[in-house]
């Protein structure tokens, strides 16, 4: 056996491996929109990679929220004022969507990219009615028909033939003119502002005898002509009652459909969350101030004008503070209460849209029927967001007081969004389009609405109530500032 010079090794031992210095990098890969995949790999000396095993999604870090809000709001600002059935408007309309392909929803086809390439095309469609033949043509933002002679309103969310420059009646840039008026009949003080549907040229001047025979005979004003209806036409002195007076200097004249529906829908809701906050300091129900109509549209409400408008009619609002209600996700309404789902049980809950859009409305419990499945399907009402109130107290009028707070809750989310509150990082608006106009209030809902205020945007609101309103005597510079031609325009 021979003497080795260096030490020996077994066949079983492996020699010490050279260290190589390694880099790791990192690889964002993106396969689709809203999709994140981490995949890592290993550089080695000859710059080559080598993968490693596929990591799991990037996690991203999310605050948490109060609410669980929707991705996407079901909200539309607009009103879809479609075609008339078996006309030829309709029969346009589907050649049209034929042209585009168009799968989606009617009132979304006018504002859509591809519409407004088709509108600007020139492009001629030939259109089938009644066994006539007509050439549509599209070209310079308008839907031409009849020969050129005729053509569609070019609001994007009506489909009515144009009959005031390129819109129709109702969506037309002429003038309209607003009643404010009072049954001075009647000893409880009782208002109507009636706007008219069409509108009218500069030189033409509407009178309130003009505009109350108008109310005979369009149906939008089914409560005012219900409510005339209802009372005798005469008092004991042989004189016409109701006896309507305007109480404004002069009526308003907007210009516009723009502007007239701001104006309108603004004022009718500040007067209309006047007159509810004034009921709740009056005891006598004979006393009450009474706004003739069912719902208070506020789709387009501009809420600098609504504030403008409450705060000359005496009425204050604004935060002073953070309020304790703001944190958590239970209404305080609804403290030491558990919900009742028995049959005919009503509640008011909000919905949440996207962030910062709340819904208020009421809910009722149907009876279930034989073919529901399981209690999910019977709790369908469980994807609303909180509950906000439930009236148990058996010495009220229930119903009444549901109905009634739902409005308290509506005006809530009004009053935030009017006063820019936020909850969980984005500005509050209203998830709806009317409100119900219940303004038979008492102290306690003024209460409630101070909560339900807090609760949405964790703000205390100091609210200002006046003791009455007399209009003759309001400043109301906000609505004439409002309506003056902006000359810088």
């Not at 890592?40 to 929220?65: H, K, M, N, W, Y």
């Not at 049209?96 to 519409?115: C, F, H, I, N």
């Not at 009959?163 to 129709?168: D, E, I, K, L, N």
């Not at 101030?289 to 604004?318: C, H, P």
């Amino acid at each position: 056996m021979s003497n080795n010079d260096g030490p020996s090794t077994s066949s079983t031992t492996n020699p010490p491996t050279k260290r190589q210095k390694m880099t790791i990098s990192q690889t964002v890969l993106v396969p689709e929109v809203g999709s994140k995949t981490l995949q890592l790999f290993i550089q080695t000396d000859d710059g080559t990679f080598v993968s490693l095993e596929q990591c799991s999604p990037i996690r991203e870090e999310t605050a948490p929220t109060r609410f669980q809000w929707a991705a996407t709001s079901e909200f539309c600002n607009e009103k879809w004022t479609a075609p008339g059935k078996n006309t030829k408007l309709e029969a346009i309309l589907n050649a049209v969507k034929a042209q585009l392909l168009w799968t989606g929803e009617d009132k979304d086809m006018k504002r859509s990219p591809q519409m407004k390439t088709l509108l600007k095309s020139g492009r001629r469609l030939t259109v089938n009615f009644k066994d006539n033949e007509d050439q549509v043509t599209l070209k310079d933002g308008r839907i031409l028909y009849n020969n050129n002679k005729s053509s569609i309103c070019k609001d994007e969310f009506c489909w009515k033939a144009s009959q005031v420059g390129h819109h129709c009646s109702e969506h037309g840039e002429g003038n309209k003119t607003h009643f404010l008026i009072r049954d001075s009949a009647n000893p409880t003080p009782t208002f109507a502002l009636l706007s008219p549907i069409d509108v009218h040229s500069p030189k033409t001047t509407i009178t309130l005898n003009d505009m109350l025979k108008k109310t005979k005979v369009d149906t939008q004003f089914l409560v005012f002509t219900k409510y005339n209806d209802k009372l005798p036409k005469t008092n004991e002195a042989g004189e016409t009652i109701p006896f309507w007076v305007l109480v404004t200097p002069r009526p308003w004249v907007t210009n516009g459909q723009k502007k007239s529906n701001e104006f309108a829908e603004s004022l009718r809701l500040a007067i209309s969350i006047t007159f509810s906050l004034i009921n709740s300091q009056q005891p006598d129900p004979k006393k009450h101030y009474i706004l003739l109509a069912d719902q208070v549209y506020m789709r387009y409400a501009n809420w600098a004008l609504v504030k403008d408008l409450l705060t000359s009619f005496g009425v204050g609002a604004e935060f002073i503070g953070d309020s304790e209600l703001g944190t958590g996700d239970k209404s305080p309404l609804m403290d030491g209460l558990r919900l009742d789902r028995c049959e005919g049980k009503s509640w008011i809950y909000a919905k949440m849209g996207t962030i910062g859009r709340i819904h208020v409305g009421i809910r009722t419990q149907k009876k279930r029927s034989a073919d529901s499945k399981n209690i999910a399907n019977y709790h369908k009402t469980d994807l609303d967001g909180p509950v906000l109130f439930q009236c148990q107290d058996k010495t009220l009028d229930m119903k009444k007081e549901n109905e009634i707070m739902e409005w308290v809750g509506q005006v809530a989310i009004c009053i935030c969004e009017m006063l820019k509150g936020e909850v969980d990082g984005g500005q509050i608006h209203c998830d709806f389009q009317k409100i119900e106009n219940k303004s038979a209030w008492e102290p306690r809902h003024v209460e409630m609405l101070i909560k339900l205020i807090g609760f949405f945007c964790g703000k205390i609101v100091k609210i200002v109530i006046p003791e009455s309103i007399n209009f003759s005597i309001v400043n109301l510079k906000p609505a004439y500032d409002f309506l003056r031609p902006n000359l810088f325009n």
